[in-house]
């Protein structure tokens, strides 16, 4: 079930109305384990194979914890759940990678495993990798912590799939608060707003933008210059509205059942530095990257050539977790080495005008997310090719066509003016959680309900859920 699905909204519709049923019967101690339930149900509608999956997972990896928590060779066990789940991650998602790697490097014709990579793998284990390293370093203890609050934890449906990436210290107490239970209007019309405009988001905008990228990306061998810019912004704009919905709607869901997960996301592309774009941009994969990677091998403890280096390494993990292909790999090469020149340019105190910093940094941003996008490198050289004029300037008279056939607009004028326009929305308005603090009299309550049931007529007419590009990774 897709977020942007008619039968996830009545999948949300149900829940929520039995989770708060429980607490007007005074069973509200069946709230942990009626959400438990309900997050496997969720995961289960995508391939109720891999329930058991999930199910070991949190199962070892709690009684890993409690082992690190309690016993004297803790050294021993946290190494033990570290290699379990980047055992678990590389066996279903780089499988594969690996072997064609080998391929391809040793002439081989080793065969591919074609393994499916389970939903929201790489999400679960980078949390629950985070549970273990805070209880070794004595951040968290996880004495009197119950089994059923910790599978509510890893499982809890809203972020379960693509994130945000929760911490156990953000979550557990609110599972375990009485409050969490009772009926607060307010969250239930932030979460309704919230909850629509990511649905718009995503079906109006990100699915509008997707024919356009899928065709200048897969279909068309050559892009002149034009075509390329339109392919590339049009990509961007699509991960953002795409990604950034997605979180817009996983928090306004959990709002419903009174839980407050982090934003994801505060304008990313109206950022002036590399580093303040990925302050910006995913926030809690920036944390989880921060705190349990950048920082475990130095940070910026050890100068500054050493600095550098801790930082190329974070974004290679990145960029590898994001996805089993070199093209990943690159992509966060990309974006350490942006890093690097960032982190050296501020040791010297260079300064630069404040519009250029902001053009600098969102043309390698969309000219990395090409690559994040490109299914192999010849894909990449193709927009090379484009940017460095050798097949033309102007709009080419086939990918004119193409735009206007694919979108289903009358006009190449229309698609121009909505890139245009989708552009401005992410460069100049306010973020969501901006308009949510202000969400506070009774007529943008009212206003509130007016866009979820606009929202949801035209996910009715348009009657189209696709997947969130987030999911693959």
């Given at each position: 079930?897709?977020?942007s699905?008619?039968?996830?909204i009545?999948?949300?519709?149900?829940?929520?109305?039995?989770?708060y049923?429980?607490?007007?019967?005074?069973?509200?101690?069946?709230?942990?384990?009626?959400?438990?339930?309900?997050?496997?149900?969720?995961?289960?509608?995508?391939?109720?194979?891999?329930?058991?999956?999930?199910?070991g997972?949190?199962?070892?990896?709690?009684y890993?914890?409690?082992?690190?928590?309690?016993?004297?060779?803790?050294?021993?066990?946290?190494?033990?759940?570290?290699?379990?789940?980047?055992?678990?991650?590389?066996?279903?998602?780089?499988?594969?990678?690996?072997?064609?790697?080998?391929?391809?490097?040793?002439?081989?014709?080793?065969?591919?495993?074609?393994?499916?990579?389970p939903?929201g793998?790489?999400?679960?284990?980078?949390q629950?990798?985070?549970?273990?390293a805070?209880?070794?370093?004595?951040?968290?203890?996880?004495?009197?912590?119950?089994?059923?609050?910790?599978?509510?934890?890893?499982?809890?449906?809203?972020?379960?799939?693509?994130?945000?990436?929760?911490?156990?210290?953000?979550?557990?107490?609110?599972?375990?608060?009485?409050?969490?239970?009772?009926?607060?209007?307010?969250?239930?019309?932030n979460?309704?707003?919230?909850?629509?405009?990511g649905?718009?988001?995503?079906?109006?905008?990100?699915?509008?933008?997707?024919?356009?990228?899928?065709?200048?990306f897969?279909?068309?061998?050559?892009?002149?210059?034009?075509d390329?810019?339109?392919?590339?912004?049009?990509?961007?704009?699509?991960?953002?509205?795409?990604?950034?919905?997605?979180?817009?709607?996983?928090?306004g869901?959990?709002?419903l059942?009174?839980?407050?997960?982090?934003?994801?996301?505060?304008?990313?592309?109206?950022?002036?530095?590399?580093?303040e774009?990925?302050?910006?941009?995913?926030?809690?994969?920036?944390?989880?990257?921060?705190?349990?990677?950048?920082?475990?091998?130095?940070?910026?403890?050890?100068?500054?050539?050493r600095?550098?280096?801790?930082?190329?390494?974070?974004?290679?993990?990145?960029?590898?977790?994001?996805?089993?292909?070199?093209?990943?790999?690159?992509?966060?090469?990309?974006?350490?080495?942006?890093?690097?020149?960032?982190?050296?340019?501020?040791?010297?105190?260079?300064?630069?005008?404040?519009?250029?910093?902001?053009?600098?940094?969102?043309?390698?941003?969309?000219f990395?997310w090409?690559?994040?996008?490109?299914?192999?490198?010849?894909?990449?050289?193709?927009?090379?090719?484009?940017?460095?004029?050798?097949?033309?300037?102007?709009?080419?008279?086939?990918?004119?066509?193409?735009?206007?056939?694919?979108?289903?607009?009358?006009?190449?004028?229309?698609?121009?003016?909505?890139?245009?326009?989708?552009?401005?929305?992410t460069?100049?308005?306010?973020?969501?959680?901006?308009?949510?603090?202000?969400?506070?009299?009774?007529?943008?309550?009212?206003?509130?309900?007016?866009?979820?049931?606009?929202?949801?007529?035209f996910?009715?007419?348009?009657?189209?859920?696709?997947?969130?590009?987030?999911?693959?990774?």
């Amino acid at each position: 079930m897709v977020f942007s699905s008619i039968e996830f909204i009545i999948f949300l519709f149900v829940v929520v109305n039995i989770y708060y049923l429980l607490n007007y019967l005074k069973l509200s101690q069946y709230n942990f384990l009626f959400l438990f339930l309900a997050s496997l149900f969720f995961y289960g509608s995508w391939n109720d194979k891999y329930i058991f999956l999930i199910l070991g997972s949190l199962l070892v990896n709690f009684y890993i914890g409690k082992a690190v928590s309690c016993l004297k060779f803790k050294k021993f066990f946290i190494w033990i759940g570290i290699l379990f789940n980047v055992g678990l991650l590389g066996y279903f998602k780089y499988t594969d990678f690996f072997i064609q790697t080998i391929n391809d490097v040793a002439h081989y014709t080793l065969p591919l495993q074609h393994i499916v990579l389970p939903i929201g793998i790489s999400f679960f284990t980078f949390q629950q990798i985070a549970y273990l390293a805070d209880i070794y370093t004595g951040k968290h203890n996880s004495e009197g912590e119950g089994i059923l609050s910790y599978s509510l934890f890893v499982t809890f449906f809203p972020q379960l799939v693509a994130g945000p990436i929760v911490h156990h210290t953000e979550m557990i107490p609110q599972f375990e608060n009485e409050l969490t239970y009772k009926v607060d209007w307010k969250n239930i019309y932030n979460g309704i707003f919230l909850f629509s405009i990511g649905l718009f988001k995503k079906v109006m905008i990100a699915d509008s933008l997707s024919s356009i990228v899928g065709m200048s990306f897969d279909q068309i061998p050559v892009l002149s210059f034009v075509d390329a810019v339109i392919a590339s912004l049009s990509y961007t704009l699509q991960l953002y509205f795409d990604f950034s919905g997605y979180s817009d709607m996983a928090v306004g869901i959990a709002l419903l059942f009174n839980i407050h997960l982090p934003w994801n996301f505060n304008s990313p592309y109206q950022s002036r530095s590399i580093q303040e774009f990925w302050r910006r941009w995913h926030i809690t994969l920036s944390r989880w990257l921060a705190q349990y990677i950048y920082i475990y091998i130095g940070g910026n403890r050890k100068g500054l050539v050493r600095t550098c280096i801790n930082l190329f390494i974070t974004f290679l993990v990145g960029g590898l977790w994001h996805g089993a292909a070199w093209t990943f790999v690159l992509w966060g090469a990309l974006h350490g080495l942006a890093l690097v020149v960032h982190r050296i340019w501020k040791h010297f105190s260079f300064k630069i005008n404040t519009y250029l910093a902001w053009f600098l940094t969102f043309a390698f941003v969309n000219f990395s997310w090409i690559v994040f996008r490109a299914q192999d490198f010849k894909a990449i050289d193709k927009f090379l090719d484009a940017f460095c004029l050798e097949n033309g300037f102007g709009l080419s008279s086939t990918y004119s066509v193409l735009l206007r056939t694919v979108t289903g607009m009358p006009s190449k004028g229309i698609v121009l003016i909505f890139i245009a326009v989708c552009l401005f929305l992410t460069l100049f308005f306010k973020n969501s959680q901006f308009y949510l603090s202000k969400s506070n009299s009774k007529l943008l309550y009212s206003l509130q309900l007016i866009c979820f049931s606009i929202s949801i007529i035209f996910t009715i007419i348009i009657n189209k859920s696709s997947e969130f590009l987030y999911f693959q990774f």
